[in-house]
Structures are given as C-alpha cells and as structure tokens.
C-alpha cells in the first residue's frame, strides 16, 4: 500500500481550517450540532485532495451536494 499524500497550503486556507475547526469545537462543548460545519470540513478536504464527483460520491455515498454545487466550491 502506497503512501497517502498530504496536500500542502497555506495562508487563508489553513485559516479557515482553523477557524471552522475552533467552531466546531466550541460548539461540540456546548452541546450543539456541528453537522453543517462538519460537511464543510470534509468539502474542502476533498478539494484539497482534488477529488471528483464521482470520488467523493463512492468515499461518502451520502453526499448531500449536486455534482454542480460541488464544482462550485472554491477554497
């Protein structure tokens, strides 16, 4: 088995990581639903690792986005 990747970036990317991350675990300790940001997480991990549709579809079935609205993310 063959290494997995890790995708390098910086800057406002890695920020927005860190904010959307330091939400949620705000959130999580008061109890609240963090599925929303959650879902953003993971939409941008998959950018990152440049996935297609059809990649996120088979890792994550339930893949709630369109094929269009996650062409449409931009990170």
Not at 9 to 35: A, C, M, P, W, Y
Request: charged letters at 30%; aromatic letters at 8%.
């Amino acid at each position: 088995m063959g290494k997995l990747p890790i995708p390098t970036f910086i800057g406002t990317k890695r920020k927005v990581i860190e904010t959307i991350v330091n939400n949620i675990l705000t959130l999580k300790s008061q109890g609240k639903d963090t599925t929303a940001l959650e879902q953003q997480i993971d939409n941008m991990v998959y950018k990152l690792y440049e996935l297609t549709y059809k990649e996120v579809k088979i890792i994550d079935p339930e893949f709630p986005l369109t094929e269009q609205e996650y062409a449409d993310i931009k990170i």
